[in-house]
């Protein structure tokens, strides 16, 4: 009888045991599937799904500003001043100095300068990194020049669409006078402890321009030269040393600018015109800031065109042969070449060309904005600029402000694939009423301002726009750092390998 309870009590222990064992097996099994899936699957950089869903502007709502002729005033004493419209903001709706009410939706809203300033601490390079490309010669000690009095001149023609790093550079120098603009987003600090980021001026888009081409005898060129100084420089400083460069700001606009530098300082935030040609690894929508064109072609004042007084509906001129996802182009000269209200040609800045697509641009409804070697150009900030509709052909462009301004509001996105199908786009454009067009011309008056260079910086214009993105961008360097101080203060570890941790006796 004992032997028969022994064996029965032997039989419920084996199950109950085996059961378990089974049970962990299993249990094991799927969390070794899970490790695996896990590890083999690489997130995109850029996920599209976590950008925020602006609903249209972040600006001070309803407000318009009256736009000068002049991008520079040579003295501050004798500034532009920017003129505020009595715009009256009620549940959403505001009303412009015409009376007539206009919905302005938004997700969030620009913080007012008052509210937001960026405290800036700027490397005191020598100055052929910065206005010394420009010729300018420094005097006495200080390797900046006085902007109250002596700007030094930028070169026109191409040159100019990059030159985003001038432009920012001159707000910093003019924020350490008293005279300064009130409205104003930086703030310059001679303390590296106490800036939200530190700026590197450095004129890569210009070093490009003028120094990439290798004079005879020569074993670089003098752009790959500065860009071995920079490096060599930024990489001893105790600000890079202290932080991995992690909060520092770099200008890398032209596509083909720091070609070599960005590959050993890519832990900077850039700002860029997109990131065409950079690996996501070295710059990304998350880690950077894209930066808008400034455009060539003027700006559009006392715009009273119409719908009917537009004749041409689509409009195109510049380089059709591209390579790479400028493939487009060529397709769609074939396809748009004989339809009679389109203007699609050929066309550079050679001897009038700015003219003829400043008249070009104003006499059309619609402007194509497609890729070319890279995703963007100058062309689309052209187009705000003439109140042409802009139609985006460009699947990987990306967008300067697009967390704060929805541009579906006043430009036409196209895929490339649908594009070059057979009337596919030509029907579409056609089918745009009159009253959409009208409403998308009036948006692109509206906005225009968040797009125009100017110094000194106004409220809500390109450097000021700029200034606010990467602002947007100083949490996440500080998360970085904060996370990478963690055990600043803890004895270095002998062990540089993770050992395993023994379980606990009564574990099972």
């Known amino acids: ?77 004798n500034r532009a001043i920017l003129v505020d419209s009595e715009d009256l903001k009620e549940g959403g709706r ?59 001149g930028y070169p026109g023609g191409l040159n100019l669409q990059h030159s985003i790093e001038f432009w920012l550079t001159l707000d910093i120098l003019a924020s350490e006078f008293p005279e300064a603009p009130k409205a104003r987003t930086v703030i310059r600090v001679h303390n590296s402890s106490e800036a939200d980021i ?33 490096v060599k420089y930024l990489t001893t400083q105790e600000e890079w040393k202290r932080s991995g460069g992690k909060d520092h700001l770099i200008l890398a606009h032209h596509p083909n600018s720091m070609l070599d ?20 690894n070295i710059a990304n929508v998350e880690k950077d800031v894209i930066a808008p064109y400034k455009h060539l072609i003027p700006s559009y004042l006392n715009d009273n065109s119409t719908f009917d007084t537009r004749p041409t509906l689509l409009y195109f001129q510049g380089a059709i042969y591209r390579k790479d996802g400028g493939l487009a182009r060529q397709e769609l000269f074939y396809l748009l070449k004989n339809e009679k209200d389109v203007h699609f040609s050929f066309g550079s ?29 100058n062309r689309l900030f052209d187009a705000i600029a003439s109140h042409c509709v802009p139609v985006i052909i460009s699947d990987a462009i990306e967008l300067p402000y697009e967390d704060m301004i929805d541009y579906s509001e006043f430009c036409i996105f196209v895929r490339t ?21 009208t409403r998308m011309w009036n ?28 602002a947007r961008k100083v949490p996440a360097m500080r998360l970085k750092l904060n996370r990478h101080g963690r055990f600043s203060r803890s004895p270095p570890s002998a062990d540089k390998e993770l050992k395993s941790i023994p379980l606990p006796r009564n574990f099972w």
């Open 261 to 280: 530098a960005r590959m050993k300082l890519w832990p900077a935030t850039f700002i860029l015109s997109d990131f065409g040609r950079y690996p996501p």
């Open 94 to 152: 505001t009303k412009g100095p015409n009376g007539k009410e206009k919905v302005v939706k938004h997700r969030g809203k620009c913080h007012p300068n008052d509210e937001l300033v960026i405290k800036v601490y700027m490397y005191d390079l020598p100055a052929e990194f910065h206005f010394g490309l420009l010729d300018w010669k420094a005097n006495g000690k200080s390797v900046w020049p006085d902007v109250r009095n002596d700007i030094p």
């Open 198 to 230: 530190i700026y590197v001026p450095f004129f890569s888009s210009l070093s490009y321009n003028r120094y990439s081409k290798r004079k005879p005898n020569e074993m670089k060129n003098g752009n790959k030269i500065l860009q071995e100084k920079l």
């Open 443 to 470: 948006m692109l008056k509206e906005i225009e301002h968040f797009f125009e260079f100017h110094f000194p910086s106004k409220e809500n214009d390109a450097v000021q726009m700029i200034w606010q993105a990467v």
């Open 349 to 377: 800045i050679q001897k009038d060309g700015i003219k003829k697509a400043t008249e070009g641009m104003r006499a059309s409804k619609f402007c194509l904005n497609i890729a070319g070697d890279t995703p963007s150009s």
């Open 417 to 437: 694939i649908d594009a070059i199908k057979e009337n596919f786009l030509i029907n579409f454009i056609r089918g745009i009423s009159k009253e959409e067009w």
């Open 1 to 77: 009888m004992g032997e028969r309870k022994g064996a029965s009590s032997f039989k419920v222990i084996f199950r109950k045991s085996l059961f378990f064992f089974f049970t962990m097996t299993s249990i094991l099994f799927i969390l070794s599937w899970f490790y695996v899936m896990r590890s083999t699957y690489r997130p995109h950089f850029i996920e599209y799904s976590l950008l925020p869903n602006s609903k249209h502007l972040s600006t001070l709502d309803g407000s318009k500003y009256e736009m000068q002729k002049q991008n520079v005033d040579s003295l501050f004493g």
